[in-house]
């Protein structure tokens, strides 16, 4: 198994605690995280790793790294003759490997579509060759997927099931030891040390220009243990540390918790619809990456819950768009709505559980058997 970042390690250990129901005896290594490491899993090398952002010079000097280890994995793989490889997400590293291995005899399922449907159409021919099974979260995918020739099976997000329909702010709040009454909004800047970089100060610029209008508020940021030193640095530099609690980790019980959060385009947005939190979602790169990734975009949305829902339902403020007054206007807008339980807020809550329910499956039974079915080929 190869899976990248915060977001794939995540999905990767609710994939393997189903397997391990379907056989005890299994092993699994290759490329993961510390979610992974709980069940099990053998990692040769660190999900972040993978962790790449953009296209610009600060990816460029660690492809020839990123290149090393693929070609090294692969060496490995062919030898020793794996009964399946399940690469999850991280689809620039993963396609081109489950092609080599595919190629070789050995079977292949990608975890994760890649989206197709918002941008870069053109690669389902590289998952057209790569995979011979992928498992989905969302279920308009196996129908595309099959429109091209590609075997594929919805399996539900494993988020939906984890995350319950409904979750009680207060009992979130107490284990975090928030003051039950007063506003709280969750900072989630990413997991990328770029996208800290390019997030964060805008962030933190917000909840200063939000604290003068709302004094009680009470600002939290979870992030991921690789980030923490850096997260620490930025919240001395911009002179936030009292004003904003830094977590190790807890990004579900910061949005079991909050109010609304302000978060960066990626899973963790689903996430947020998933707790039925208000959000205003941003991001920002290099202005060249940015430049190449708009020429690519299918969709007029980048957040997931917008693109699911077909509507923009929540903002979406990006790149010079997302100033820290435009954040903080947006996301003030949704801390009033949420006190006075707004029609609005109550039309979201709405779409949010619609959307919850649809993507409800038994992800752990259903990916065994299309695992088992590969296998069984």
């Known amino acids: 198994m190869v899976a990248g970042e915060a977001s794939g390690d995540l999905l990767a250990a609710l994939l393997l605690q189903g397997a391990r129901s379907r056989w005890p005896g299994l092993r699994a290594h290759g490329i993961g995280g510390l979610s992974m490491q709980e069940q099990g899993f053998a990692a040769q090398w660190p999900a972040d790793r993978l962790a790449v952002h953009g296209y ?21 793989l062919l030898d020793q003759r794996p009964d399946v490889f399940i690469g999850v997400d991280a689809p620039d590293f993963n396609l081109g490997l489950e092609r080599r291995l595919r190629t070789g005899g050995i079977p292949t399922v990608h975890f994760v579509c890649p989206s197709i449907w918002a941008w870069r159409p053109e690669r389902v021919e590289t998952i057209r060759a790569a995979a011979d099974h992928v498992l989905c979260l969302f279920p308009f995918e196996p129908a595309l997927l099959a429109s091209h020739g590609i075997a594929a099976s919805f399996v539900g997000h494993p988020l939906a099931t984890r995350i319950p329909l409904h979750t009680d702010a207060l009992i979130a709040r107490a284990s975090l030891q928030l003051e039950p009454d007063a506003p709280v909004l969750a900072l989630l800047p990413g997991s990328r040390g770029k996208e800290i970089d390019y997030l964060l100060p805008r962030f933190l610029q917000a909840v200063q220009l939000l604290q003068q209008q709302m004094p009680e508020l009470q600002c939290i940021l979870p992030a991921v243990p690789s980030q923490v030193l850096r997260v620490e640095a930025m919240l001395q530099e911009q002179h936030m540390q009292g004003r904003v609690r830094l977590l190790q980790g807890h990004s579900h019980l910061a949005l079991q918790a909050c109010d609304v959060t302000l978060i960066a385009s990626g899973t963790a947005t689903l996430e947020a619809a998933l707790f039925k939190k208000p959000m205003v979602i941003s991001y920002a790169m290099h202005p060249w990456s940015y430049r190449l990734m708009r020429r690519k975009q299918l969709q007029p949305w980048v957040g997931l819950p917008n693109i699911l829902l077909r509507e923009a339902v929540v903002p979406e403020l990006l790149q010079d768009a ?33 959307l919850h329910e649809s993507l409800q499956a038994d992800t752990s039974t259903l990916a065994a058997n299309a695992i088992e079915s590969v296998l069984l080929r």
Do not use: C, D, K, Y
């Open 322 to 354: 997302a100033t820290p007054a435009a954040l903080a206007g947006a996301v003030l807008h949704w801390l009033r709505a949420s006190a006075v339980r707004s029609p609005e807020w109550q039309q979201l809550m709405a779409r949010f559980t619609s």
């Open 56 to 76: 610009s010079l600060e990816v460029l000097r660690r492809v020839a790294g990123l290149l090393r280890i693929r070609r090294q994995l692969g060496n490995q």
